[in-house]
């Protein structure tokens, strides 16, 4: 395992958000699965949640 780099640091406590904080977003959502976001995936992204609701992000994470 690698050390890790002094010049990166951890992102700020204040800018981590659980989901709890606002609902799940489209962006949410494509960024959660880890790809980049395009307007295709957004637009997937808001059709899951229209359907699933903010369950829909759950599908994405183990």
């Given amino acids: 395992m690698s050390e890790p780099n002094p ?13 709890a904080e606002h609902p799940v977003d489209p962006e949410d959502m494509v960024r959660a699965s880890g790809r980049d ?12 949640l229209e359907e699933y609701g903010a369950s829909a992000v759950e599908r994405l994470l183990p």
């Fill in 37 to 48: 976001v395009t307007p295709e995936r957004l637009e997937r992204a808001r059709q899951a």
């Fill in 7 to 19: 010049s990166e640091s951890p992102t700020p406590d204040r800018l981590l958000h659980t989901g």
